[in-house]
Every structure is written in structure tokens, then in C-alpha cells.
T-cell receptor
């Protein structure tokens, strides 16, 4: 990947559990975005966190950003079977470029 | 609310043919991005345009070219198609602020090269 690495690459949990995915990046950023993608489908924007923010919430999603460690995490609480998808982080820098991480494949078992 | 529109949604071409993909950004968005996502791969940034000018270039092959028109729609032209060009091509748009802004993605065009 040109920028981000995500871990784990695959995650399998039971419905109702929390899922945490991590993203690390290499260069300085202006913002970081998390996306979801169901198999073979389009990308769905979940949340954007700017470089001067440390934490952001949206519904069952919680995103943190640690610019000193160049890392971000996405927490999905009370997971549902419908959350099964691939999750990508993408970083935006001073140019008009956004680079995606390798993605975490999440499976939520009913 | 209006979303990013891409056409066609599916396209089948033969090797060495050309293809043109179109993207219509959300109204008043000034920036368009193109991405390529191969099977089982993460999306790769190809190219972006801001106010009708190319602003950044990623891993776009020389066989591909793109432009943004006066109405802000963008076209990705792909020539001498190869089997490896089979992928999902996403377009995204944003209203660029000083720190960048949310990207809104279109549904993608699935290109199959046979």
C-alpha cells in the first residue's frame, strides 16, 4: 500500500461484541477517513477525523487519531451481522491525494 | 441529496480497445478523484482534478488520461486495454477546504477486459 497499513487483516467476532480495527500511516496528514465496502460493492464513507482532532463519534462508531504515532483506530460497538464488510482507512495530505490502507475484513457471526 | 454519478455501471471491452468512464460530481464540489480497485485489492489513487486542472497524479498508467470539464464532470479515458485493467473504477468528489474534506464516492464502474 502507498500509505496505510491496517490490522488485523481479518477479524471474526460474535454479534454484540465490539470490533476494533487499526490503521497506521507513513506521512503527515490533514485528515483520515474510514470507509466500509461490502463485497464487490462501492465504498461508503463512515467518518472523517481531522489532524487536529483526537477522537470522534458517530452512532456506534468511535474513531481515534494519534498523529504522534501516525495511527488511527475504528471501534464498532455492539456489532451486528450487517456490519460484515471490509473496512478501509484513507489518508488525505496537503495535495489532492487520498491513499487507502489495505483494509480489514470483518465478519460478524450471528 | 444528489450523489456522485458514474456511467456506465458496467462495461465489457476486448484487449486493445478503448474505454471512457464518466463521473458527475456532487453539485458545487470542485474536486474529483479517480481510483482503481482490482479484485481483492485496496483502492489505488489514480488522479485528481481541482477546478478543472489536474492537481495530483498517482499510479495512473500512461495509457490512461483524464480531464475535468467546465461543468466539473470528469472522464477517464483508457486506451490499449489490457486484461489487468479489469477492475472497479471509482470516482469521488469533494469540496476542497484548507485541510481537505470528505470524499463522496460514486457506485463505481466495473470494467471487464476480455
Amino acid at each position: 500500500s502507498q500509505q496505510g497499513e491496517e490490522d488485523p487483516q481479518a477479524l471474526s467476532i460474535q454479534e454484540g461484541e465490539n470490533a476494533t480495527m487499526n490503521c497506521s500511516y507513513k506521512t503527515s496528514i490533514n485528515n483520515l477517513q474510514w470507509y466500509r465496502q461490502n463485497s464487490g460493492r462501492g465504498l461508503v464513507h463512515l467518518i472523517l477525523i481531522r489532524s487536529n482532532e483526537r477522537e470522534k463519534h458517530s452512532g456506534r462508531l468511535r474513531v481515534t487519531l494519534d498523529t504522534s504515532k501516525k495511527s488511527s483506530s475504528l471501534l464498532i460497538t455492539a456489532s451486528r451481522a450487517a456490519d460484515t464488510a471490509s473496512y478501509f482507512c484513507a489518508t488525505g495530505n496537503t495535495g489532492n491525494q487520498f491513499y487507502f490502507g489495505t483494509g480489514t475484513s470483518l465478519t460478524v457471526i450471528p | 441529496a444528489a450523489g456522485v454519478i458514474q456511467s456506465p455501471r458496467h462495461l465489457i471491452k476486448e484487449k486493445r480497445e478503448t474505454a471512457t468512464l464518466k463521473c458527475y460530481p456532487i453539485p458545487r464540489h470542485d474536486t474529483v478523484y479517480w481510483y482503481q480497485q482490482g479484485p481483492g485489492q485496496d483502492p489505488q489513487f489514480l488522479i485528481s482534478f481541482y477546478e478543472k486542472m489536474q492537481s495530483d497524479k498517482g499510479s495512473i498508467p500512461d495509457r490512461f488520461s483524464a480531464q475535468q470539464f467546465s461543468d466539473y464532470h470528469s472522464e477517464l479515458n483508457m486506451s490499449s486495454l489490457e486484461l489487468g485493467d479489469s477492475a472497479l473504477y471509482f470516482c469521488a468528489s469533494s469540496k476542497l477546504g484548507t485541510q481537505g474534506d470528505e470524499q463522496y464516492f460514486g457506485p463505481g464502474t466495473r470494467l471487464t477486459v476480455t
